[in-house]
């Protein structure tokens, strides 16, 4: 079974302070993509990647910055943490490419920015 | 406006009932996919159905391209069903860009 793998589950920050999130999958899948779960809004992607080195902006990237240093690895990265970033974060793998498969998601990780 | 709308929004039945729910999208699609997504809990895959019918269990999802609709049935609904059922699109030309619909809400009640 695919594996996405995320760290930390949950993270207290405070307002302005750098927030690294960490996605690693196993499952050898080229695109990955992280989202944001809040209600009233349901899930929304902030960025995505079609492979190492690659990064693409997703519906709302304003504030976050992505980084795909691997196959294995994706962060998000929130460099001044504001309140209105306080949600679930989940990431997600699947596919090559034009998704042709199904999606696999992490855990999620609950930041609360304070 | 919104491309991916589900309904209902939320769902109660009585244990052993049938469900039907329903995604509808205002755009071209290259996949769509159904999730379930357990109370507080991470998303699993159901299907991966970008056309036609498939079968899983007592679950059925059927896409039809031409009238922009996918639908989720499920029989003899458990009370291990509840949560949220999600749907995904991939949008025609975006490759590879999944966008989800808010959901809708089923509780099963025994």
């Known amino acids: 079974e695919a594996a996405v793998t995320q760290s930390p589950r949950n993270k207290v920050a405070v307002t302005g302070g750098k927030v690294t999130l960490s996605c690693n999958q196993t499952?050898?899948?080229?695109?990955m993509y992280w989202y944001r779960q809040d209600t009233g809004h349901g899930l929304r992607l902030i960025h995505y990647?079609?492979?190492?080195?690659?990064?693409e902006k997703g519906d709302i990237p304003d504030g976050y910055k992505a980084s795909r240093p691997s196959q294995e690895n994706f962060s998000l990265i929130l460099e001044l943490a504001t309140p209105s970033q306080t949600s679930v974060y989940f990431c997600?793998?699947?596919?090559?490419?034009?998704?042709?498969?199904?999606?696999?998601f992490g855990h999620g990780t609950k930041l609360s920015v304070l | 406006g919104q491309q991916v709308q589900q309904s209902p929004a939320s769902l109660v039945l009585q244990e052993g009932e049938n469900a039907e729910l329903q995604c509808n999208f205002s755009?071209?699609?290259?996949?769509m996919q159904w999730f379930y997504q357990r109370p507080g809990g991470s998303l699993v895959s159901l299907f991966y159905?970008?056309?036609g019918t498939k079968h899983s269990g007592r679950l059925t999802s059927t896409t039809v391209i031409k009238e922009r609709r996918s639908s989720l049935h499920i029989s003899s609904s458990q009370t291990t069903d509840s949560g949220t059922y999600l749907c995904?699109?991939?949008?025609?030309?975006?490759?590879?860009?999944?966008?989800f619909g808010k959901g809708t809400k089923l509780s099963v009640k025994s």
């Open positions: 997600a793998s699947g596919g090559w490419g034009q998704i042709n498969e199904r999606l696999f």
């Open positions: 990647s079609y492979g190492a080195g690659s990064t």
């Open positions: 159905n970008p056309s």
């Open positions: 995904a699109l991939e949008r025609g030309g975006s490759n590879a860009k999944l966008t």
């Open positions: 499952n050898n899948h080229n695109n």
């Open positions: 755009t071209s699609l290259n996949s």
